[in-house]
């Protein structure tokens, strides 16, 4: 049974019945307990101040309000009832109860209310701390199969590139939940992700994506389009190299020690999914041209694109201060923190999860600036995006080498190269570059594998797995 069905029978909620109550806990007026309202069809109204309260008794429904001092000529009107902390569906010291954030008290209840296991009766200051983390590793158990569901259910559907970005966002959730409850992820689950994916990529399911508006859109090389719209006075784009979406959300929860809210979007980048390539598009604006670039020049592309502004490139660590920005509209800090954490992490032959490179990664960040550069960009009123070019994977070698004089572009997981008879003899999957596929070919390593020795294990990117293909784009609020 649900904390939100206990409720309604201990205040006997019905169908139809008319009743005020005063909600000193914020329990009742939080979304969940509200969404549960509907879900059974209880038709309700919340009310915060004396006049909404006497506007709703008009409607003979349920009242929530966080009111608390109602007059006493109110009582011949309607049932009033107040609602504390004495009435929680859990024995918990009341004032316990009270010091808790009604999120924190919501885990609790979870935990409670839908735990099979045997919980302890009467919750006090001696055992809360124990009783809360035991409720938010259920809550994160609770979160994880009910993203292997969706997973399980979206990936039977593909039809548009939607799809494919919504799966990316919630696989990259999946992938980032599993390393903080410690769980491998479901090899089967991902095997039929990968199969469906990359058939759906080769098939051309996301060759519209390329055709969406600015204002809504899919691809990375309308990043600089979308950005230069806003007509911001200043603004600030920080791109992490090998930012994925699980990686995104590894760094938002680090970010979190900063008050920011964060607008998300999850875009494709550009196939083969390698830097030269993908963040070049992000500068360049541009998905075409960049499969020719010998040497990208990043900065003076974005610089001509942004020509009555004065734009500034950054490394991390490069901003010591306000007189680092001075008289800069537009910074551009690139972090390769993911980047080159991932191909400098060593993977052990049984492993089989990023663990070791998240790991990694949060140790570095812990010691690193980049909270402190973007302190200071709020400070001094820049409008902040983060964005990124691929993502990546761990691959395993599967003993294939492509031969240099037909290499232009290559990391371990693809090769780009001019259209050659020869890349028939190659064991790999080929794909038709959008807009100039009679020119190059993209040569991808199969499935999760990587063009190394055999067994050999590394983190890379190039394919079109999800983790390598969606990215976030991020307006910071």
């Known amino acids: 049974m649900y904390w939100q069905e206990r409720i309604l029978n ?3 909620i019905q169908k139809g019945y008319s009743k005020l109550i005063l909600d000193k806990t914020g329990l009742l007026v939080h979304r969940k307990f509200i969404a549960y309202l509907k879900s059974c069809d209880i038709s309700y109204v919340k009310a915060q101040t004396l006049p909404e309260i006497l506007s709703s008794l008009k409607q003979k429904c349920l009242i929530l309000s966080l009111y608390l001092q109602p007059p006493s ?6 049932e009033i009832f107040i609602f504390d902390y004495n009435q929680l569906p859990v024995e918990i010291d009341y004032t316990i109860a009270q010091s808790l954030t009604v999120d924190k008290l919501i885990l609790l209840l979870t935990y409670h209310t839908q735990n099979n296991a045997i919980t302890c009766k009467w919750i006090n200051e001696y055992n809360i701390n124990d009783e809360i983390s035991k409720a938010e590793k259920y809550d994160k158990d609770l979160y994880l199969k009910e993203l292997t569901k969706q997973l399980d259910t979206r990936t039977k559907s593909i039809s548009h590139h939607n799809d494919i970005l919504f ?10 939940n599993c390393f903080k409850t410690h769980h491998d992820p479901d090899e089967n689950l991902m095997i039929d992700i990968d199969k469906n994916v990359e058939k759906a990529i080769f098939n051309g399911c996301a060759k519209n994506a390329f055709y969406a508006a600015e204002s809504d859109f899919k691809t990375v ?9 806003k007509n911001l006075d200043r603004a600030a784009i920080l ?3 090998g930012l994925g979406v699980a990686e995104w959300m590894l760094l938002k929860e680090y970010l979190c020690q900063i008050d920011l809210s964060f607008s998300e979007k999850y875009i494709f980048a550009l196939i083969p999914t390698i830097t030269t390539i993908s963040r070049s598009a992000i500068f360049y604006g541009d998905c075409i041209s960049v499969y020719n670039l010998n040497t990208p020049n990043e900065t003076k592309e974005f610089k001509k694109f942004f020509n009555t502004s004065t734009c500034f490139f950054y490394r991390e660590g490069n901003i010591t201060g306000e007189s680092s920005l001075l008289g800069v509209d537009i910074a551009v800090i690139i972090y390769n923190v993911f980047d080159d954490i991932a191909h400098e992490t060593k993977i052990a032959p049984y492993e089989k999860t990023k663990s070791t490179y998240f790991k990694n ?16 960009l709020k400070t001094l009123g820049y409008t902040i995006f983060i964005c990124s070019d691929h993502g990546c994977v761990l691959g395993e070698g599967n003993g294939q080498r492509i031969d240099k ?4 572009t290559s990391t371990k997981r693809a090769t780009l190269i001019t259209k050659s008879e020869l890349s028939k003899f190659y064991d790999v999957n080929h794909y038709e570059i959008p807009f100039i596929s009679d020119e190059k070919v993209a040569l991808l390593a199969k499935k999760r594998t990587i063009f190394a020795p ?3 294990k590394k983190i890379s990117h190039g394919g079109v797995t999800l983790e390598e293909l969606i990215i976030p784009f991020v307006e910071v609020k």
Do not use: M
């Open 239 to 241: 791109c992490f190299d």
């Open 10 to 12: 201990r205040l006997n």
């Open 454 to 456: 055999d067994h050999l």
């Open 405 to 408: 004089y037909l290499i232009e």
């Open 73 to 78: 000529y109110l009582q011949d009107k309607i």
């Open 361 to 376: 990664v949060n140790t570095y960040l812990e010691k690193s600036s980049i909270i402190q550069e973007l302190r200071l």
């Open 221 to 229: 090389e309308k990043i600089r389009a979308y950005i230069k719209s």
């Open 167 to 176: 799966l990316g966002k919630l696989w990259g959730e999946y992938i980032y």
